[in-house]
């Protein structure tokens, strides 16, 4: 079965710190995305990867960067964390792109910017 | 603007009913159409998902209908059960070849009363 982890599962950050997301899939998947859930707003795309060294943005990447040092993990990097910032972070993988098959999705990862 | 737009945030339907989830769309290039469930505190799984080429699929008792002159897919859940009380996204993607970019809607919560 599909298996991506997310760690922190929970972190509690400060306004202007720097806050690091890590993603790790063993599904030998090319593809790797990051979201953020709002109430309201559904997921939203900030960065995905289709190959290793490589990232894209997504549709909402301001304040946001993401690195892809091999194909089994994906990190999401808040250099400077911001109130609105605070939501729950879905990673997720998949083996082809996203308008081919299913996406995986990991725990999610809440975070918490005072 | 929100390309992927679910106009009804909840939804309450009685046990053995039909529940029908609606989501409407901008993007003329959209060709891959998908319903991805959420259960709180849980990450979304894929449900059931469709291609343009066809304007209906049926998997048990979901059945996702495509509208593409409407710009519109649902999804129906026939003898609605408890236990479908949950958080229901669409999703729809691009074809270009290897798009990676699934756009989700704001979500639908689904409440099945007993």
Redesign the interface.
Known sequence: EAAVTQSPRSKVAVTGGKVTLSCHQTNNHD?M?W?RQDT??????IH?S?VADST?K??IPDGYKASRPSQENFSLILELASLSQTAVY?CAS?D?????G??Y????SKLTVL | GQQVKQSSPSLTVQEGGISILNCDYENDMFDYFAWYKKYPDNSPTLLISVRSNVDKREDGRLTVFLNKSGKHFSLHITASQPEDTAVYLCAAAENQGGSAKLIFGEGTKLTVSS
């Open positions: 593809y995305y979201y309201g707003h559904g997921l939203r795309l995905y289709y894209e997504g549709d879905f998949s082809a792109g996203a308008n081919t299913q996406l999705f990991g725990e999610g």
